[in-house]
């Protein structure tokens, strides 16, 4: 099977190209614009929003890290997890969050831009969703003698 990326494989496409042809015009003579454009409006929403559509819940299971400036927030979603079987450790640049999930112990690392202040690390878990607040080691000001 050949895939073109995440969401388009040849089946899909040869499904189109199906359907597409199936909608074509049933008269003689050149194709106009419009249905060259709703030929284009169908493969937009087939190919992509649709499959976009069914792919959007499995992105929301992922863990999400933000750079607030500050600091880094991570949300890791740990809903069938009790919050004392998850682990987690941090280093300057490194963050590991570990808990057991339905298929077996997952882990998440997470891997920083900026050093982090490991001892002023917090984590709070809520209704299923892990966070924890990173904040950024400073630098220190070095006087010139």
Not at 5 to 23: H, Q
Not at 26 to 33: D, I, N, T
Not at 51 to 59: F, K
Not at 88 to 113: A, C, H, K, M
């Amino acid at each position: 099977m050949i895939v073109l990326g995440p969401f388009l494989d040849a089946e899909a496409i040869s499904d189109y190209n199906r359907d597409v042809a199936s909608k074509l015009p049933q008269r003689s003579g050149p194709l106009q614009f419009g249905d060259f454009e709703r030929a284009f409006d169908e493969l937009f929403e087939d190919l992509l929003i649709t499959r976009w559509r069914e792919h959007r819940r499995q992105a929301l299971d992922r863990a999400l890290i933000t750079d607030r400036g500050p600091h880094y927030e991570v949300k890791v979603p740990t809903a069938a997890a009790d919050p004392n079987a998850v682990a987690v450790e941090v280093s300057d640049w490194r963050l590991i969050v570990r808990f057991p999930g339905s298929t077996g112990e997952v882990e998440n690392t997470f891997n920083f831009q900026h050093p982090v202040e490991c001892d002023r690390v917090s984590a709070k878990w809520d209704a299923g969703v892990l966070l924890i607040v990173l904040p950024k080691k400073r630098g220190r000001r070095v006087e010139i003698e």
